[in-house]
């Protein structure tokens, strides 16, 4: 298999890359600081039509193939993970619905998502549970008319200023989603602060007294095998491809400072350790850039084995996004560990990718079952 990006995806990513260059990554240290992302900026991706870009087209969507849209989450996670982090959540609402939602659903909001004229945010997590899904406590009685919401969520990438949740509730003892707007009578939400990483993510802890909704998607017990499954593949590809960002983001910061800092009468880069910490970042940054291309490739052709693909993109970009920051922590030595060198924030940043989407150890676990399962 031979992948070669075509001109539109290379142009695509020339124009990503400027804007990021010039509207994100000066400004992203002080979103970090003020853990807040700014009204501008969202007006900015929303006006490239970057939020919900791989919506297809007949629904409004920019409709992105999957390595195009890698293309975009690499080169915003380079800039900024929290501004990344926003197309992640927004795009898993889009997928979610677009695979399991009812027809009306799609005419209600997906256009209107692809157009970024509402934001969405994926509502799983709660204080009780996380990796393991079906321990959701948050229940949803049915009614006239629709569902009544009683319980919490936590963690919820931009709860803060979304407009419209992917939620998992049990329904009669079976996970079921459903989409809550905000507006929903009984629904509150609680800005978090004080977080590691991905500090301008504008999380929310979510309450819901009596919230109302009309919107199952799919039927009663479909929420965590198929609608959580397809929004969380989606979730793994983003996080995926913007830990190659972080990575790239390392690496960039890493040649510039060797080149210039002298240590010892000579430039860092002359140390042979520092080549040899370059050097394996280089390599890992190239080989989880051709993991995300190849699940990239699979998703667009509908291979079977793009979910596992992912898993393994995800696992393997994270991983490599937390060592090179590491890395580059190490060879800008106190330097680094202040707030005035960006790789500060990328070590913090890097861990989160571990934990999100899949933990590092769901994505080992998951991975060893799938290739079990083709022996």
């Not at 853990?35 to 409709?63: N, Q, Y």
């Not at 321990?135 to 407009?163: E, P």
């Not at 580059?328 to 106190?334: D, K, S, T």
Request: charged share 25%.
């Amino acid at each position: 298999m031979k992948i070669e990006l075509t001109p539109e995806q290379r142009a695509l990513r020339s124009e990503v890359r400027d804007f990021v260059t010039r509207e994100i990554a000066p400004h992203a240290g002080q979103w970090d600081r003020e853990e807040s992302t700014p009204k501008e900026i969202v007006d900015r991706l929303r006006e490239r039509g970057w939020l919900g870009s791989m919506v297809p087209a007949e629904h409004g969507g920019r409709g992105l193939d999957m390595i195009s849209y890698g293309i975009l989450t690499e080169e915003i996670g380079r800039g900024c993970s929290s501004i990344r982090s926003l197309l992640t959540v927004h795009d898993m609402v889009c997928r979610g619905i677009l695979r399991w939602g009812s027809q009306a659903q799609k005419e209600k909001y997906l256009g209107r998502l692809a157009k970024g004229e509402i934001l969405g945010a994926f509502a799983l997590s709660e204080p009780e549970a996380g990796s393991d899904a079906t321990g959701i406590r948050t229940t949803a009685t049915a009614v006239d008319g629709g569902f009544v919401l009683d319980g919490s969520k936590r963690w919820i990438t931009y709860g803060q200023i979304a407009d419209l949740f992917l939620l998992f509730a049990q329904l009669a003892g079976k996970p079921t989603a459903f989409l809550v707007e905000r507006i929903a009578p009984g629904f509150s939400a609680k800005p978090m602060r004080g977080l590691l990483g991905t500090r301008a993510s504008m999380l929310a802890e979510l309450t819901l007294e009596g919230a109302r909704t009309e919107n199952m998607v799919g039927r009663p017990g479909f929420g965590i095998s198929h609608v959580m499954g397809a929004a969380l593949d989606q979730g793994r590809y983003s996080v995926a491809c913007g830990s190659v960002g972080i990575a790239q983001a390392c690496l960039d910061a890493c040649l510039a400072y060797t080149r210039d800092r002298r240590q010892f009468g000579q430039p860092l880069i002359e140390h042979q350790l520092v080549r040899a910490m370059l050097s394996d970042m280089i390599a890992n940054v190239r080989a989880a850039r051709l993991l995300c291309m190849r699940a990239g490739y699979l998703r667009d052709t509908g291979d079977p084995g793009s979910f596992a693909e992912t898993s393994v993109a995800k696992y393997f970009a994270s991983t490599i996004a937390a060592k090179a920051a590491a890395d580059a922590v190490q060879i800008h030595g106190g330097n680094g560990c202040h707030e005035d060198f960006p790789v500060s924030r990328y070590f913090r940043d890097a861990k989160v990718m571990e934990i999100i989407e899949g933990s590092t150890q769901i994505q080992q676990s998951t991975i060893a079952r799938f290739e079990l399962e083709e022996l």
